[in-house]
Structure formats: structure tokens, C-alpha cells
């Protein structure tokens, strides 16, 4: 069964203390991995998108890397405007054009 | 301009009701998604439509149903309220060609069944 595991549930850091959030998955016919933030009440917020393994993307204190099997999201001297939960997901392609993702259950980041 | 909205923001009705939730994307999207997020916040894909194909995820009951008058809405009819039917509902828009398939969701509708 297609599976996106995402760990630790739950992480604490100080400010300015740098951390990495881990999204394993276990998927076939992976056409992409997605990362979202999602804030008390609101609705996930896209981050980044990584296609292939080697592939990186950045975006201020935030950057997500991506192998065969897993993707890191790496938090450089987090501050607190960075607490939130962060969701990945993981889109297949499977009959459908649209290719529907499923969603780990997420790490709820405090800093 | 809000991307995509959805209404109500909160909605609490009684068992055995019928309801709907409205999503609107202003982003010229072809494909427009309903989500399901449970109280331990686990998102679970609904449906995912655009006017090609409706792809309806097995386990969703079939007293929900999407409806979409035009490209840019996607409502959700849900018939004869649960209590288990209690979450927060999400709708989504994507663009499906060019191989970019970045899902932008709504603010979230909460239901609440008693």
C-alpha cells in the first residue's frame, strides 16, 4: 500500500537552532513530492515541489532535498514566525490525469 | 484576491441534514480537489474533478457528492449528516498540464454534526 511517513511528530527547537524533518514514502510510480506549511485554522500553504532524487529547493531559512526513498526538510536558525505543522505529500500517477496526492500526517514544528 | 475560497467557514448542523460547501479558485485552474481533515489532522483526498474526469476516492460515502457548475467552482453536497462526518473541509485547485501539478488550497470549512 502506498504510504507517506513523516517523523518526528512533534519537534521543539530554540531559536536559531537548525533541524531536519524527515518524509519517508514507500510509493510507485512517484511524479512528485510536495512540501506545505500549514498554520493554526488556515489551509496548507505550498512550500516547495521535488521530482527527482539529487533535486533541492530553497527558500529562506527553509530547504527540502530529496532522495529514492526520502525527503528532508532542513530549518536553518529557525525563528518563531517558523512554528507551524509542515505536511508532505507525495503525488502518484495512477488511471487519473489528475494524480492525487497523499499526505504524511505531519511534523508540528514549535521554535 | 483570495486564490481559492470556500464558504462557510463554519458550518454546525444537526444529524440527518443536507449541506453544502462552496469553493471558488480565481487562479484559472482546470482541476479542483475536496479534502478531509480529521481531528488528529490527517488530510485525506476526497475527490478530485476537472471536466474530463471525476476521480472519487473509494472510501468516501456516497452521500457526498461534487458538484461543479464551471471550471472555477467545485461544491461539496453532503446528505444525510453524520456525526462522524465532523471535520475540517478543504478544497484545492491545481493547474494539470505543463507537469506541474502544486496543489493551492482554501481557508477550510469546519463542520461541525450533532
Known amino acids: 500500500e502506498d504510504q507517506v511517513t513523516q517523523s518526528p511528530e512533534a519537534l521543539r527547537l530554540q531559536e536559531g537552532e537548525s533541524s531536519s524533518l524527515n518524509c519517508s514514502y514507500t510509493v510507485s510510480g512517484l511524479r512528485g513530492l510536495f512540501w506545505y506549511r500549514q498554520d493554526p485554522g488556515k489551509g496548507p500553504e505550498f512550500l516547495f515541489t521535488?521530482?527527482?532524487a539529487g533535486e533541492e529547493k530553497e527558500k529562506e531559512r527553509l530547504k527540502a532535498t530529496l532522495t529514492k526513498k526520502e525527503s528532508f526538510l532542513h530549518i536553518t536558525a529557525p525563528k518563531p514566525e517558523d512554528s507551524a505543522t509542515y505536511l508532505c505529500a507525495v503525488r502518484m500517477n495512477y488511471g487519473g490525469s489528475q494524480g492525487n496526492l497523499i499526505f504524511g500526517k505531519g511534523t508540528k514544528l514549535s521554535v | 484576491d483570495t486564490a481559492v475560497s470556500q464558504t462557510p467557514k463554519y458550518l454546525v448542523t444537526q444529524m440527518g441534514n443536507d449541506k453544502s460547501i462552496k469553493c471558488e479558485q480565481n487562479l484559472g485552474h482546470d482541476t479542483m480537489y475536496w479534502y478531509k481533515q480529521d481531528s488528529k489532522k490527517f488530510l485525506k483526498i476526497m475527490f478530485s474533478y476537472n471536466n474530463k474526469e471525476l476521480i472519487i476516492n473509494e472510501t468516501v460515502p456516497n452521500r457526498f457528492s461534487p458538484k461543479s457548475p464551471d471550471k472555477a467552482h467545485l461544491n461539496l453536497h453532503i446528505n444525510s449528516l453524520e456525526l462522524g462526518d465532523s471535520a475540517v473541509y478543504f478544497c484545492?485547485?491545481?493547474?494539470?498540464?505543463?507537469?506541474?501539478?502544486?496543489?493551492?488550497f482554501g481557508p477550510g470549512t469546519r463542520l461541525t454534526v450533532t
Open positions: 484545492a485547485s491545481s493547474q494539470s498540464s505543463g507537469g506541474y501539478f502544486e496543489q493551492y
Open positions: 521535488l521530482y527527482s
